[in-house]
């Protein structure tokens, strides 16, 4: 069982950064991928970015590429999701997933969620 916590949400103006985290408890990620997904109101969870564990490939949803980066640290068992340039439309909840499934980008590629951290960027 893995458990996920994510943290670095928060309120920014549009051009702003944040670095979310997703730190990881109970297993570590070392035989998993890790995504970033998010869910703005209304619409349906989609899929933002993700990262390997064995050889550090990174995948980026077009609408964040060359914003956003992904990246781990082994020692501390976490995933981070940095953002910049970030736009109004980026607003949502940012979900950490965990798993061994493909393709990166899809939901059911992942067994582990957590709870979610809102990221709010204004105009």
């Known amino acids: 069982q893995v458990q996920l916590v994510e943290s670095g949400g928060g309120l920014v103006q549009a051009g702003g950064s944040l670095r979310l985290s997703c730190a990881a408890s109970?297993?570590?990620?070392?035989?998993?991928?890790v995504g970033w997904f998010r869910q703005a109101p209304g619409k349906e969870r989609e899929f933002v970015a993700a990262?390997?564990?064995?050889?550090?490939?990174?995948y980026y949803t077009d609408s964040v590429k060359g914003r956003f980066t992904i990246s781990r640290d082994n020692a501390k068992n976490t995933v981070y999701l940095q953002m910049n340039s970030l736009k109004p439309e980026d607003t949502a909840v940012y979900y950490c997933?965990?798993?061994?499934?493909?393709?990166?980008?899809?939901?059911?590629?992942?067994?582990?969620w957590g709870q979610g951290t809102q990221v709010t960027v204004s105009s």
């Open positions: 990262i390997t564990w064995t050889d550090n490939n990174a």
């Open positions: 109970g297993r570590t990620f070392s035989r998993y991928k």
């Open positions: 997933a965990a798993g061994w499934g493909a393709p990166p980008v899809s939901r059911s590629a992942y067994a582990y």
